[in-house]
C-alpha cells in the first residue's frame, strides 16, 4: 500500500517544478518577445539610441535600487539570525515561537532567498519606473535664474530635488524594511523577550538594532533637510485664493522648523548609535519622544499659530513679498510675462463705410466651422463608407494664387466599422491605408457646401500633387501586414476606381516604414506579442512582408521623445509633396518654485475636448510648459522627425543631453513645413487659463481679486464647457495687415459682459510669432459678452423670420457655427454662422445658409457675410469680404454667371421657402384659432415646401 502511494506521488512530485520551469519559459520569452521587437520596432523608426538609452537606464536601475533594497532588509535578516542567542529562556508562547524557529531554522536559505527575489523586484521595478527623472538629474542644465529664497538655480528644484527626494525616500524604505525584518527575527529566536513587567534584550540584538536604527534617523534627517525646498512647490491657502509657492509662515517657520527637525534627528541618530555602548532603550525612546514632540511644535504648532495670529491679520501686507514672487515666477513659467495689455475704448455705433480701413481683414473671417462640417465633409467627400473623418477638422494655411489662405482641412482615413467583411484578411492585408487630404476655403461657401481647395480620389484641385495614401493616422489603431516580393500581385486596395475592369485599383507598399517579418523567428515574435496565430498561419505573410503598428502619429512622437507632452490637436498638411502629420510637443515640469500648479485637463477642456480621440487630451498637473518641440510625421513611410522650436528651453536642453541626436536643429525646418506650423492650441488654452487672474501684475490687487476673469461658457454649444478658442486670420487694431492668429474672450468673474479680447500671434514664419496681445475693455462702457450676443441673435425678431422654417418642428434644422468675436471698424463685431440641414435623413448634412453679424446693438442676418455687414453698418460695410469669387461645390472652379449656385439665386428653393413661410405663419394662426386640424394640415404643408426647396438646391 504505501509503495503504491510513493508511485503515484512521484508524478505529482515531478511535475509541479516541470509546470514551474515551463510557466518560467513562457514568461520568460513573452518578455523577451516584448523587448525584442520593440527594439525592432524603434530600428524601424530610427530611433534605437532612445530604446536603449531606456532600456539601460531602466535595467540598470532595477539592478542598483533592487541589489540595494534586497541586501538592506536580506542582510539584516541574515545578521539577526547570526547574531541569535545559542541559549533561549522560556516564554508564555513557548510553543508558538519555538515551531516559527523550527521553520526558520530548518528553511532559512529558502526564505531569504525567497526574500531577496520579492524585495529585489520591489525596489527595483519602483526605481526602473523612475528612469526618466534620473536622465533629468544626470543631464541636468542650468536655468541662469535662481529662486528669491535659497539662492539655488532653479535646475535644483526642476532637475535635482525629485530625484534627491526619491533616493532618500528610497532609502528610509528600505531601512524601515530591514530594521522590521531584523526585530522580527531577533524576536522569533529569543533576542527580543517581553514577559510582563520585563523586556529583555540580548547585547547583540541592542547593537544590531540600535545601531540600523541610528542609520534610519540619519535618513531621516536628510529627508527633513531637503523638505525644506518643497515649500516654494506647496500650496498656500490665503484668505481668498491659493498660491503654488513658499509664504509668510513657510520662511519664517516651517523652513527654519525643518532644518532645526533635521539637527534633532542627527542627534537621536547619534544617541542610538551610542546606545549600542550603553545598552538601556530609555536613552533612544526618550530621544525620539524628544523628536516628535519637536516635530509636532515645529511643523504644526508654531506654524499654525504663527499663522493664526501674525499673518491672517496682516496678510495683505506680509504676504504682499510671497504674492509678487509668485507672479512673476507664473508668468515666466507659463511664457505670459511679455503679454502686451492695452485699453480698447470701442464703439458701439455702426456707420456706412466703417469697415473700409480694415479691408483686408473681412476675407480673413472664418465662416466655416470645423466642429460642424464634418459630416458634409463625409456627405460630399467620403467617397466609400470605408473611409472616415474627424469629428472636428483642423484649420491650416495653403497659398492660392499668391494669397495666403486659411483652409479647414481633414485626411479620409480609414474606417474598420464602415467594412461589411471584417475578416483578418481585409483588415490587416487588403484595406491598409486611407487616402487623401481634403481642403475646403475657411471664409466662404457656394450654394452652402465647401469651396474645395482639393479633393475627391485621385486629387484633385490646387494641392494634388502629392502623395496621398495614409498607412500612419490617427484613426490607424490596428497593425497592417504589408509588402511582397517583386513581380507579385499587388493585393492592398488602394482606389475604388481605377483598376481592370473600373474595378478598384489595388497597391503594394513600397516605403521605409515597418518592422520585416520575413523570417520566422520574427513571424513567432510578434505572433506572440499580438496574441495572433494568423501572422504565422497566413499565406500572405512572406519573406518581404512588412508589419506597421503604432500608427497614430501621437504613440510614434511619445516613444520617439517620451519625455514631450503632446498637444490634444495633431493635424495633417501637405509639405513638399508629402502628406504628413504635425504634432506639437510640450516640455513640462511640476516643481518650478513659486509657479501656480493647474490641471492640463482643466485647463483644456473646453466644447470641443469631448470630441478629441480617446487618450488625446493632456491630463497631468504643471506649473512650467514649454511649446519646445514641432514633430512632423510623415502619413506614408511613418518618419518622425523632432525639431527643436526653443531652442533656449532648459528642460529641452536636459533632454536632448539625455538623448543626443534625437532632436533636430530649428534651422534644418524647411520654408514649406514652416509656413504650416501654427501656435499650439493647447498652450493658449493654459495661457489663456492663467492670465485670467495673471494678467494683474500688482500684488495688493491680485490679492483681493477684484479684477478676476473667466473664460465664458459656449453659449452655441450649450451646457458648462468652456468656449474654445479658433483660428482665423485677424488684423489687431492699429496693425497694417491682418495674420494668421488664434483668438479668445475673457468676460468679468461674476458677469456676462465682455472684459477682454486675448490673441496670439500664431503664424510660425512671422517674426512676432507667438505675440500675445489684449484689448482690455474700458471701465466706462459695457460691451455685450458671447452669451449676451447669442441670446440678442436668437431672440431678434428679423433673424427669427428668417429661421423660422427651420427652427419650426419639420423636414429642416438649423445649428449654429463657431460664435467669431473680431475688433474691427473700432469696436467688436460678432460674426455667427448659421447651417441648416434636413431632419430625420442619412443623407442629410449641414449646408452654410445664414451669416448673422452684430455690432454694437445692430444686428443683421444674410445669407452671406458681405450681406449681413451691409445691413449693419447703413447699406455699405466699406469692404468686400471675398465672398462673391466664382465658384462651384466640389472644386473652386469658376461657374457660369448666368447658373444659379446659391440658395438665393435659386427661383424654385425660393419659391418654396416662401410658401413654407406662409404656411408655418397660417399653421400658428390656425393654433391659435383652436382649429388642430388646419394646425395639422398646414405643418404638414410646409414641411413638403422645405423638402421641395432642399431638392431644388440640390441637399
Known amino acids: 500500500m504505501s509503495s503504491t502511494a510513493a508511485v503515484r506521488r512521484r508524478p505529482r512530485g515531478a511535475l509541479l517544478p516541470t509546470v514551474a520551469v515551463l510557466a518560467t519559459l513562457v514568461v520568460g520569452f513573452t518578455l523577451f518577445s516584448g523587448i525584442w521587437t520593440d527594439r525592432l520596432w524603434y530600428q524601424s523608426l530610427g530611433y534605437e539610441g532612445v530604446f536603449s538609452t531606456l532600456l539601460l537606464t531602466r535595467l540598470g536601475l532595477f539592478l542598483v535600487f533592487g541589489l540595494l533594497m534586497a541586501l538592506v532588509v536580506v542582510g539584516n535578516v541574515a545578521l539577526a539570525y547570526r547574531l541569535r542567542p545559542r541559549l533561549r529562556a522560556p516564554s508564555p508562547n513557548s510553543e508558538l515561537l519555538e515551531r516559527s524557529r523550527d521553520v526558520l531554522e530548518s528553511r532559512l536559505v529558502r526564505i531569504l532567498v525567497i526574500l531577496g527575489v520579492v524585495i529585489g523586484l520591489f525596489g527595483g521595478g519602483s526605481a526602473a519606473g523612475n528612469a526618466e527623472t534620473y536622465l533629468a538629474w544626470r543631464n541636468s542644465t542650468p536655468f541662469g535664474e535662481v529662486d528669491p529664497t535659497f539662492g539655488l538655480d532653479l535646475s535644483f528644484f526642476v532637475f535635482d530635488y525629485p530625484w534627491y527626494q526619491l533616493v532618500a525616500s528610497f532609502l528610509l524604505v528600505a531601512l524601515l524594511m530591514g530594521s522590521a525584518g531584523a526585530a522580527i527575527v531577533h524576536y522569533l529566536l529569543g533576542a527580543l523577550r517581553y514577559t510582563p513587567g520585563q523586556r529583555v534584550t540580548s547585547r547583540a540584538a541592542m547593537v544590531h538594532l540600535s545601531v540600523l536604527l541610528g542609520v534610519v534617523l540619519l535618513v531621516f534627517a536628510v529627508q527633513q533637510f531637503l523638505d525644506r525646498y518643497g515649500f516654494p512647490l506647496t500650496t498656500n491657502a490665503l484668505s481668498n485664493a491659493e498660491m503654488t509657492a513658499i509664504g509668510y509662515a513657510d520662511e519664517n517657520a516651517r523652513v527654519t522648523g525643518r532644518l532645526i527637525l533635521a539637527v534633532i534627528a542627527l542627534i537621536c541618530a547619534l544617541v542610538f548609535f551610542a546606545n549600542a555602548w550603553l545598552r538601556r532603550w530609555i536613552f533612544p525612546v526618550l530621544a525620539v519622544a524628544l523628536m516628535v514632540l519637536s516635530g509636532l511644535i515645529l511643523s504644526v504648532i508654531y506654524p499654525v499659530g504663527l499663522q493664526a495670529i501674525t499673518v491672517q491679520p496682516n496678510e495683505p501686507d506680509l504676504e504682499r513679498p510671497y504674492i509678487e514672487q509668485h507672479i512673476a515666477a507664473t508668468r515666466t513659467a507659463y511664457g505670459v510675462e511679455d503679454v502686451e495689455i492695452e485699453t480698447y475704448d470701442a464703439t458701439t455705433v455702426a456707420e456706412a463705410g466703417q469697415l473700409r480701413a480694415d479691408a483686408e481683414a473681412l476675407p480673413g473671417i472664418r465662416l466655416i466651422d470645423p466642429a460642424i462640417v464634418s459630416p458634409t465633409y463625409e456627405q460630399l467627400q467620403q467617397v466609400r463608407g470605408y473611409y472616415s473623418f474627424p469629428q472636428v477638422l483642423d484649420v491650416d494655411r495653403y497659398t492660392i494664387d499668391g494669397v495666403e489662405t486659411d483652409a479647414v482641412v481633414a485626411a479620409r482615413e480609414l474606417n474598420f466599422r ?64 504589408v509588402g511582397a516580393p517583386a513581380g507579385a500581385p499587388p493585393i492592398e486596395f488602394d482606389t475604388p476606381g481605377g483598376g481592370p475592369d473600373g474595378g478598384p485599383q489595388l497597391t503594394t507598399y513600397t516605403g521605409e516604414g515597418g518592422v520585416p517579418i520575413g523570417s520566422l523567428f520574427d513571424r513567432v515574435l510578434y505572433a506572440m506579442r499580438f496574441t495572433d496565430v494568423n501572422i504565422l498561419l497566413s499565406e500572405r505573410v512572406n519573406e518581404a512582408s512588412k508589419i506597421l503598428y503604432d500608427r497614430t502619429p501621437r504613440e510614434r512622437v511619445q516613444a520617439a521623445a517620451p519625455w514631450l507632452t503632446i498637444d490634444s490637436n495633431i493635424y495633417p498638411a501637405i509639405v513638399e509633396g508629402r502628406l504628413v502629420w504635425i504634432v506639437d510637443g510640450y516640455t513640462t515640469s511640476n516643481s518650478y518654485p513659486n509657479s501656480q500648479r493647474l490641471s492640463l485637463q482643466d485647463a483644456t477642456s473646453d466644447s470641443e475636448s469631448q470630441l478629441l480621440p480617446v487618450g488625446a487630451q493632456l491630463s497631468q498637473d504643471v506649473n512650467y510648459m514649454r511649446n519646445s518641440v514641432k514633430a512632423v510625421v510623415d502619413a506614408y513611410d511613418g518618419t518622425v522627425d523632432l525639431y527643436a522650436w526653443d531652442e533656449e528651453d532648459p528642460v529641452l536642453q536636459t533632454w536632448r543631453n539625455a538623448f543626443p541626436d534625437t532632436v533636430q536643429d530649428r534651422s534644418e525646418i524647411s520654408a514649406d513645413l514652416l509656413s504650416h506650423l501654427r501656435f499650439p492650441e493647447d498652450l493658449f488654452k493654459v495661457q489663456r487659463e492663467i492670465l485670467a487672474r495673471y494678467h494683474v501684475t500688482d500684488p495688493a490687487a491680485w490679492y483681493q481679486g477684484n479684477d478676476l476673469w473667466r473664460i465664458p461658457v459656449d453659449p452655441v454649444r450649450g451646457g458648462n464647457a468652456k468656449e474654445t478658442p479658433y483660428y482665423l486670420s485677424i488684423q489687431w487694431p492699429g496693425d497694417e495687415s491682418p495674420v494668421f492668429s488664434q483668438t479668445a474672450v475673457y468676460v468679468p468673474n461674476e458677469r456676462q459682459n465682455l472684459a477682454a479680447y486675448m490673441a496670439v500671434n500664431a503664424d510660425a514664419s512671422s517674426p512676432d510669432y507667438g505675440r500675445l496681445r489684449i484689448l482690455r475693455m474700458s471701465d466706462t462702457q459695457q460691451i455685450a459678452g458671447p452669451g449676451q450676443t447669442f441670446n440678442e441673435i436668437n431672440t431678434n425678431v428679423t433673424v427669427a423670420e428668417r429661421l423660422r422654417p427651420f427652427n419650426n418642428q419639420g423636414a429642416a434644422q438649423a445649428s449654429y457655427g463657431n460664435l467669431l468675436t473680431l475688433p474691427i471698424g473700432g469696436g467688436l463685431l460678432y460674426v455667427e454662422p448659421i447651417y441648416t440641414q434636413r431632419a430625420g435623413s442619412d443623407g442629410s448634412y449641414p449646408a452654410l445658409s ?20 451691409d445691413q449693419v453698418f447703413g447699406g455699405d460695410a466699406g469692404a468686400d469680404t471675398g465672398e462673391d469669387v466664382p465658384g462651384q461645390p466640389g472644386g473652386g472652379t469658376p461657374s457660369d454667371p448666368e447658373e444659379p449656385t446659391g440658395e438665393v439665386d435659386n427661383p424654385a428653393a425660393a419659391a418654396a421657402l416662401d410658401r413654407a413661410e406662409q404656411a408655418f405663419a397660417d399653421a400658428d394662426q390656425a393654433l391659435r384659432d383652436g382649429d388642430l386640424a388646419t394646425y395639422q394640415a398646414k405643418n404638414d404643408e410646409a414641411r413638403a415646401a422645405i423638402e421641395e426647396a432642399l431638392t431644388a438646391l440640390g441637399r
Do not use: C, K
Open 418 to 481: 464602415g467594412l461589411e467583411n471584417r475578416s483578418w484578411n481585409n483588415t490587416r492585408t487588403v484595406y491598409t491605408h486611407g487616402y487623401g487630404l481634403v481642403a475646403a476655403y475657411g471664409n466662404r461657401a457656394v450654394g452652402g457646401e465647401p469651396d474645395w481647395i482639393v479633393r475627391d480620389i485621385p486629387p484633385v484641385g490646387e494641392l494634388s500633387e502629392y502623395e496621398p495614401r495614409i498607412y500612419y493616422g490617427e484613426q490607424m489603431d490596428q497593425y497592417a501586414i
Open 850 to 869: 445664414f451669416v448673422v453679424a452684430r455690432f454694437g446693438e445692430t444686428v443683421a442676418i444674410g445669407t452671406t457675410l458681405q450681406e449681413a455687414l
